[in-house]
C-alpha cells in the first residue's frame, strides 16, 4: 500500500531559526516527490517538486532534498518567518505502472512564534 | 504559473439544498481534475477523479449520486452536493494537473445549516 509519512506532527520554533520537515514514503513505482504549504482555509500551493534523479532543490528560503534510495525528503526552511506558519504537505506521485494518483502525507504543522 | 480557481471561497446553505462548486484551470488544459475534502487540521482526502468527456472515478465510499460531478471542458469540472446535509460541511478543494506539476484552487469552505 501506498503510503506517505511525515514527522514531525507539529513543531513550534521562535522567528528567525532554520527547522527542517520530514517525509517518508513507500509510493512504488516512483515519479514525483512535492511539497506544498497550506494555509489555513486555503488550497495549497506548490513550494517544491522533485523527481527521481534530483537531489536537492530550493524556492528562496526553502530547500527539498530527496533520497529515492532511501524513500526519503526533507523540507528545510531558513531564517524562519511569522509567515510560514501553516501546514506543510508532502505528496508523492507514482510513476508508469502504479495508480496515477497521488498520496498526500498528513502534514506538518509548523507556528513560527515571535 | 499555471492558477487553478475555485468559486465560491465560501458557501452556506440550508439542509436539503444542491450546491455547485466549479474549479477552472485558468492558462492551461486539463484533462483530468481531482476534488479532494479536508477535514480540521487533517490532510486532504480525494473524493473523485474527474475526466473531460467521461464519467468521472470515485473512490471508495464516496456516493456518486450525492457527489455529481461534471468535467463539460478541458478547463471546468464541477462539484455538485446535492440534498446537503450537515455532515456535508467541509473544506472542499480541487486540483488539475499539467505533469509533472499539480495546482491547487482555493478551496471552498461549505456550511450546511
Known amino acids: 500500500k501506498n503510503q506517505v509519512e511525515q514527522s514531525p506532527q507539529s513543531l513550534i520554533i521562535l522567528e528567525g531559526k532554520n527547522c527542517t520537515l520530514q517525509?517518508?514514503?513507500?509510493?512504488?513505482?516512483?515519479?514525483?516527490l512535492r511539497w506544498y504549504k497550506q494555509d489555513t482555509g486555503r488550497g495549497p500551493v506548490s513550494l517544491t517538486i522533485m523527481t527521481f534523479s534530483e537531489n536537492t532543490k530550493s524556492n528562496g528560503r526553502y530547500t527539498a532534498t530527496l533520497d529515492a534510495d532511501t524513500k526519503q525528503s526533507s523540507l528545510h526552511i531558513t531564517a524562519s518567518q511569522l509567515s510560514d506558519s501553516a501546514s506543510y504537505i508532502c505528496v508523492v506521485s507514482p510513476g508508469a505502472g502504479g495508480s496515477y494518483i497521488p498520496t498526500f502525507g498528513r502534514g506538518t504543522s509548523l507556528i513560527v512564534h515571535p | 504559473g499555471a492558477v487553478v480557481s475555485q468559486h465560491p471561497s465560501r458557501v452556506i446553505c440550508k439542509s436539503g439544498t444542491s450546491v455547485k462548486i466549479e474549479c477552472r484551470s485558468l492558462?492551461?488544459?486539463?484533462?483530468?481534475m481531482f476534488w479532494y475534502r479536508q477535514f480540521p487540521k487533517q490532510s486532504l482526502m480525494l473524493m473523485a477523479t474527474s475526466n473531460e468527456g467521461s464519467k468521472a472515478t470515485y473512490e471508495q465510499g464516496v456516493e456518486k449520486d450525492k457527489f455529481l460531478i461534471n468535467h463539460a471542458s478541458l478547463t471546468l469540472s464541477t462539484l455538485t452536493v446535492t440534498s446537503a446535509h450537515p455532515e456535508d460541511s467541509s473544506f472542499y478543494i480541487c486540483?488539475?494537473?499539467?505533469?509533472?506539476?499539480?495546482?491547487f484552487g482555493q478551496g471552498t469552505r461549505l456550511t450546511v445549516v
Open positions: 517525509c517518508n514514503y513507500t509510493v512504488s513505482p516512483f515519479s514525483n
Open positions: 486540483s488539475a494537473e499539467t505533469p509533472p506539476e499539480a495546482f
Open positions: 492558462d492551461f488544459q486539463a484533462t483530468t
